[in-house]
């Protein structure tokens, strides 16, 4: 690890040039509800080594968690202006601090908390993160002439930096900026320039590190060894992030807030809520009971495998429902997506809360809630943004149950939950079972659902995962499934006339669901799905690709 000299602690700090630094550090710290900054050595280190990353809003800023995540470090992302006691409440080991649309010399641009650099640990600023600590510590950020946006060559002047350790000395990487650094502040230097940036990468010698680069991204080829260097080099971690460790902890966390109270858990037969009520099962045993509802809107032969693994291999408590008469009856004659998504969530409400009530006596919920809907809900932005869809999560459950809930996952994304279920010992087809929307098959049937064409859906579905699986391409695609159209299209099957429906066959590539590609999967397959479809799912008799990426059309149909 790289000692620092402390410089950082000498800088004037600012928050914007009409402001002296005493008003902004009271109005900071009273923002930020501390009492006093941090001193050097006041930070116990916990024993989970953690970093913090302060975001400033990038569109990448999930990315820089996961890279440091897949260093087996853990982290969690803050809003910038969280309050400094939150922020510090993980013992962090270092700083990142995010890119972000803003230009610091705005007014009111947003800024890195002040008590970051008292607390002489290290920093890596990434694009408007390192125009933040120029623009604090006393260099000046302005409009570049030149906007650098796409890849461009790096050419590493300082080789001995700790952040450049084990890399070659020309590294391709991915800009996005139209502000740039016109002065350094007082003791910094550049360890790397491109032909537009000649301060491309800058450091103060000590813990201080600034890249106008995206390490994060992809395009950037050796962004994650410049990241693991700063984490390993720089901030001493030493990868204690495993999934064994985090079954560890979670397993003595769950005991002691459960005791010997009684937990829930509603299984989907998805990942996340098998993940989640394994880990609790693995905690506290029988004092978990699962409740499982089989809202006739499953894949074909889905309740039945997933019973079976919960009860018979995992040995679980599972009280099955089958509440499909419920949910068809309520959606008779329902043609509009919108309609047809709050009666499947207020349908399973009823469903679940009924069935908890035989229980007796529950003081806990457990729910498969993954980081990405924690981050997600924290941003002020996407909570205004649009509804598109109203989202029914097998796990959003009613509060006047008045139940505390535990979730485990809260802070892992989906790679990592994997990780975790398959630590666990959940079977390997469990785990790495693509995404099901909680309102199932209903929303992959436009107009009415009835038991006839869901019947028709889940032949065809039935085929299109069968063949996807032969062609071993079941776990590169996000989602690959059947949609059943209201078209009806002429025919002709031996010598007579057919007037059948139209499936849909739709497969993606994704990372998270935000945005998706629609597969390129080779045309062979494509004439075997839809030959099979025609020939094995009576009332079809013409199959189409769906070609849309997302956006503009989003995964599922409705
Ligand atoms: P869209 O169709 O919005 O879907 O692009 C994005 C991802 O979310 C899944 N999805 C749902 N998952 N409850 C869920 O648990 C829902 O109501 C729901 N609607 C869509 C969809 O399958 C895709 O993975």
């Known amino acids: 690890m790289e000692e620092g000299n402390g410089k950082a602690a000498s800088h004037r700090i600012v928050a914007s040039d009409d402001i002296e630094v005493s008003t902004y550090l009271e109005i900071a710290k009273e923002k930020q509800g501390v009492q006093a900054a941090p001193?050097?050595?006041?930070?116990?280190?916990?024993?989970?080594?953690?970093?913090?990353?302060?975001?400033?809003?990038?569109?990448?800023?999930?990315?820089?968690?996961?890279?440091?995540r897949e260093c087996s470090v853990y982290c969690e992302l803050f809003p910038?202006?969280?309050?400094?006691?939150?922020?510090?409440?993980?013992?962090?080991?270092?700083?990142?601090?995010?890119?972000?649309?803003?230009?610091?010399?705005?007014?009111?641009?947003?800024?890195?908390?002040?008590?970051?650099?008292?607390?002489?640990?290290?920093?890596?600023?990434?694009?408007?993160?390192?125009?933040?600590?120029?623009?604090?510590?006393?260099?000046?950020?302005?409009?570049?002439s030149k906007h650098e946006y796409g890849q461009a060559v790096l050419h590493v002047s300082d080789q001995s930096s700790p952040l450049f350790k084990d890399l070659d000395s020309s590294l391709?990487?991915?800009?996005?900026?139209?502000?740039?650094?016109?002065?350094?502040?007082?003791?910094?230097?550049?360890?790397?320039?491109?032909?537009?940036?000649?301060?491309?990468?800058?450091?103060?010698?000590g813990k201080l590190f600034g890249l106008q680069f995206h390490p994060e991204v992809a395009?950037?080829?050796?962004?994650?060894?410049?990241?693991?260097?700063?984490?390993?080099?720089?901030?001493?971690?030493?990868?204690?992030?495993?999934?064994?460790?985090?079954?560890?902890?979670?397993?003595?966390?769950?005991?002691?807030?459960?005791?010997?109270?009684?937990?829930?858990?509603?299984?989907?037969?998805?990942?996340?809520?098998?993940?989640?009520?394994?880990?609790?099962?693995?905690?506290i045993g029988d004092q978990l009971t699962c409740i499982f509802v089989n809202n006739g809107l499953l894949r074909r032969e889905?309740?039945?495998?997933?019973?079976?693994?919960?009860?018979?291999?995992?040995?679980?408590?599972?009280?099955?429902?089958?509440?499909?008469?419920r949910f068809l009856d309520q959606l008779k004659g329902v043609i509009d997506p919108e309609k047809k998504r709050i009666s499947i969530g207020g349908e399973f409400i009823k469903v679940f809360e009924s069935e908890a009530k035989k229980l007796g006596k529950i003081d806990f919920l457990t729910q498969g809630t993954l980081y990405p809907d924690v981050i997600e809900s924290a941003t002020p932005e996407t909570k205004a943004a649009a509804k598109i869809k109203t989202h029914h999560n097998v796990g959003g459950l009613p509060s006047k149950m008045a139940l505390?809930?535990?979730?485990?996952?809260?802070?892992?994304?989906?790679?990592?939950?994997?990780?975790?279920?398959?630590?666990?010992?959940?079977?390997?087809?469990?785990?790495?079972?693509?995404?099901f929307p909680g309102p199932g098959l209903a929303i992959r049937i436009i107009g009415e659902v009835t038991r006839e064409r869901l019947e028709i859906l889940r032949?065809?579905?039935?085929?299109?995962?069968?063949?996807?699986?032969?062609?071993?391409?079941?776990?590169?695609?996000?989602?690959?499934f059947a949609i059943l159209t209201d078209v009806h299209s002429v025919g002709v099957m031996g010598d007579y006339r057919t007037y059948g429906y139209?499936?849909?066959?739709?497969?993606?590539?994704?990372?998270?669901?935000?945005?998706?590609?629609?597969?390129?999967?080779?045309?062979?397959?494509?004439?075997?799905?839809s030959n099979r479809i025609v020939n094995e799912v009576p009332g079809v008799n013409r199959v189409v690709y769906d070609i849309t990426s997302k956006p503009p059309s989003t995964i599922e149909w409705e």
């Open 80 to 144: 910038y202006d969280s309050p400094l006691s939150k922020i510090m409440s993980i013992n962090p080991r270092g700083f990142i601090l995010s890119g972000g649309p803003a230009s610091v010399y705005e007014k009111n641009a947003p800024l890195t908390p002040v008590g970051i650099y008292e607390s002489h640990l290290p920093v890596l600023g990434i694009c408007y993160g390192m125009q933040s600590i120029t623009h604090q510590l006393g260099g000046t950020v302005a409009p570049g």
């Open 502 to 529: 139209l499936v849909a066959v739709r497969a993606v590539t994704s990372q998270d669901a935000m945005t998706a590609d629609w597969a390129r999967l080779p045309y062979n397959l494509l004439a075997t799905v």
């Open 459 to 480: 032949g065809a579905d039935w085929v299109v995962m069968d063949e996807i699986k032969k062609a071993k391409l079941y776990r590169q695609m996000w989602q690959t």
């Open 302 to 325: 889905e309740p039945e495998r997933a019973l079976e693994t919960f009860r018979k291999n995992l040995r679980m408590n599972v009280v099955y429902v089958d509440a499909t008469d």
């Open 172 to 205: 391709t990487v991915w800009m996005s900026h139209g502000d740039e650094i016109m002065e350094m502040p007082a003791g910094f230097r550049s360890s790397a320039y491109t032909e537009n940036s000649p301060n491309a990468v800058i450091t103060d010698g």
């Open 404 to 435: 505390t809930l535990i979730e485990p996952l809260r802070y892992l994304f989906k790679d990592e939950v994997r990780e975790v279920g398959l630590e666990l010992g959940l079977p390997e087809d469990m785990v790495w079972r693509q995404p």
């Open 39 to 68: 001193k050097p050595g006041d930070i116990p280190h916990g024993v989970r080594e953690a970093v913090a990353i302060i975001d400033f809003g990038s569109q990448y800023s999930h990315l820089i968690a996961r890279r440091v």
């Open 219 to 283: 395009h950037t080829p050796q962004g994650k060894q410049i990241i693991r260097n700063f984490l390993y080099n720089i901030c001493g971690c030493r990868g204690t992030w495993t999934p064994g460790n985090f079954i560890h902890e979670s397993i003595a966390s769950i005991k002691e807030q459960v005791g010997d109270g009684r937990v829930i858990c509603a299984l989907s037969g998805g990942v996340d809520s098998a993940v989640a009520a394994k880990l609790v099962h693995a905690a």
